[in-house]
T-cell receptor
Framework: ETGVTQSPTHLIKTRGQQVTLRCSSQ?????VSWYQQALGQGPQFIFQ???????GRGNFPPRFSGLQFPNYSSELNVNALELDDSALYLC????????????FGPGTRLTVL | GDSVTQMEGPVTLSEEAFLTINCTYT??????LFWYVQYPGEGLQLLLK?????DKGSNKGFEATYRKETTSFHLEKGSVQVSDSAVYFC???????????FGGGTRVLVKP
């Protein structure tokens, strides 16, 4: 069974740039959720994708957007980067309505300068 | 809205000591409750969960009991090891909900 993978591991961007983060869900999972974890804080829910449709969104501006592909992998896109976007971005996969069993990837560390 | 409050760290212990991390929550209905652990440089791993009142979740020597009357889900371990050094997060998800709500995390450092 393949676990959740994310790429890249780290990246550095400058303010105003755009970034795309990628996530491959665990084998057999069709739901992907994205979380932002600022340094020293707990993760905050960004949004969830289920069968290629957005299925709920947290308190994040529209410059945070996402996609889910037919193979259930997912992308998180952030436009017009701000310094406060510096964080660990975590992807979690689950199956259908079993959202209580979310399996997390190792995260992507984004630094915005 | 929903929220999770857990004790601030860091918590520093000696090996074989007893560990308790307090967690309380605010949510309508009957959420499921979780403890996740984050080792340095890694993502989150589910440690244990409980889905209804009075349920006890347990794993790797850790235990937590879902107490609806006190809206609490305290994490305990009777004898910690150096390898238990990590950040621990309490979290909830509401029935039919799709997002985990996390506490701020508690860093635990176990010294030999």
């Amino acid at each position: 069974e393949t676990g959740v993978t994310q790429s890249p591991t780290h990246l550095i961007k400058t303010r105003g740039q755009q970034v795309t983060l990628r996530c491959s869900s665990q084998s057999g999972h069709n739901t992907v959720s994205w979380y932002q974890q600022a340094l020293g804080q707990g993760p905050q829910f960004i949004f969830q994708y289920y069968r290629e449709e957005e299925n709920g969104r947290g308190n994040f501006p529209p410059r945070f957007s996402g996609l889910q592909f037919p193979n259930y992998s997912s992308e998180l896109n952030v436009n017009a980067l701000e310094l406060d976007d510096s964080a660990l971005y975590l992807c979690a996969s689950s199956f259908g309505d079993r959202d209580d069993e979310q399996f997390f990837g190792p995260g992507t560390r984004l630094t915005v300068l | 809205g929903d929220s999770v409050t857990q004790m601030e760290g860091p918590v520093t212990l000696s090996e074989e000591a007893f560990l308790t991390i307090n967690c309380t929550y605010t949510a309508t209905g009957y959420p499921s409750l979780f403890w996740y652990v984050q080792y340095p440089g890694e993502g989150l791993q589910l440690l244990l969960k409980a889905t209804k009142a009075d349920d006890k979740g347990s794993n790797k020597g850790f235990e937590a009991t879902y107490r609806k009357e006190t809206t609490s889900f305290h994490l305990e371990k009777g004898s910690v090891q150096v390898s238990d050094s990590a950040v621990y997060f309490c979290a909830l998800i509401k029935a039919a909900g799709n997002k985990l709500t996390f506490g701020g995390g508690t860093r635990v450092l176990v010294k030999p």
